[in-house]
């Protein structure tokens, strides 16, 4: 008895010290969090809609362009490529923060999915008075378009596909991310570990995206601190796991789509292999693809001619 008493000591020492180093990085990820939002206010408006509170930029006149930002990021992505200044000056531009990011908040299990969020959208923008616009979706908010013009065609005039993941593939890259979507677990990293354990990857993240261009400093300067508040992790790393689920479900329907689409890939994408592009291009009615040429992930940040030009296109071929 006494041998067990003495034995279980540094067992107990041990998850004393770990909770303790647990519960101070919860508190640090707390307050970064506030600091942070007292830091990037929004830089729109909010709407109801079905119970979730969304953000949303909207600013011009004219034929409605609606921007759809990947995972992890936020309206301010747009904000800082200048793709909201450029396009405002002809058309409507409506962006959201989709939920979980930037200023949208997220419950648990709500609007996980690239259709839910696409009957969201589609329930905002009825409300907002814009239909038949043009959708320019990035990254995972590409799969967040495509359900829109499959579930909601009367709602979509075109879609502006960029830097997409459209088929199932293997991702490593998806599992390492996902982590902190795992039920209880997840809460945990999320929480604690996981946007501190960020902060000491995000140069890298940074570099992958934008290679083999260069990283908008300014950008990575103004997604940090919100990228790595808990509630937004683990809504990033929920969009990771179900990457690749969703685009098994919705590729079944790419043929169904009849707005026309362009697909714009950057030619050095090690996020995403430009192969996905040329099969999304084949797969649907009417596509054409534009390819930039030493550009990486984020080509509304590397290529921002060839974006707009592509949008100035989508608009004028729009009924």
């Known amino acids: 008895m006494i041998l067990s008493n003495v034995s279980s000591r540094p067992v ?29 206010p929004p830089l729109g408006r909010f ?31 747009f904000a800082v490529s200048g793709l909201i200044d450029r396009a405002a000056a002809r058309y409507r531009v409506i962006a959201f923060d989709r939920p ?38 990035h990254s995972w908010g590409t799969l967040v378009a495509l359900a829109l013009a499959i579930r909601h065609p009367s709602a979509v005039a075109g879609l502006v596909l960029a830097s997409g993941y459209y088929f199932p593939t293997p991702r490593p890259d998806a599992l390492l991310f996902s982590p902190p979507a795992i039920p209880l677990i997840g809460d945990v990293l999320a929480y604690t570990v996981w946007p501190l354990i960020s902060r000491l990857t995000w140069r890298l993240l940074m570099q992958q995206l934008f290679a083999p261009a ?33 685009a098994n479900r919705l590729s079944d329907h790419y043929r169904d789509i009849r ?43 590397s290529a921002p001619e060839l974006v707009t030009a592509v949008i100035d296109r989508a608009m004028i071929h729009a009924t």
Do not use: Y
């Open 12 to 40: 107990v020492r041990w998850t004393a010290a770990t909770a303790s180093a647990l519960a101070a990085a919860g508190l640090a990820n707390a307050w970064l969090a506030r600091k942070a939002e007292r830091e990037r």
């Open 47 to 77: 709407l109801r809609v079905r119970g979730q509170r969304l953000h949303v930029v909207d600013r011009g006149e004219g034929k409605p362009l609606v921007l759809l930002h990947g995972n992890g990021s936020s309206v301010e992505d």
């Open 100 to 137: 979980g990011f930037g200023h949208s908040p997220r419950g648990t299990g709500r609007f996980q999915s690239p259709e839910q969020q696409a009957d969201l959208l589609a329930a905002a923008l009825r409300k907002l008075g814009a239909q038949r616009a043009i959708i320019f979706g």
């Open 214 to 246: 260069a990283v908008s400093q300014r950008l990575s300067r103004c997604l940090k601190p919100l990228a790595l508040r808990p509630t937004q992790v683990r809504a990033a790393a929920a969009e990771s796991a179900s990457m690749i689920p969703a």
């Open 259 to 301: 707005a026309p689409v362009t697909i714009i890939a950057g030619d050095g994408d090690r996020i995403v292999s430009p192969e996905q592009a040329h099969r999304l291009q084949g797969a649907l009615r009417i596509s054409s693809l534009e390819l930039a040429n030493g550009v990486g992930h984020m080509v509304h940040h």
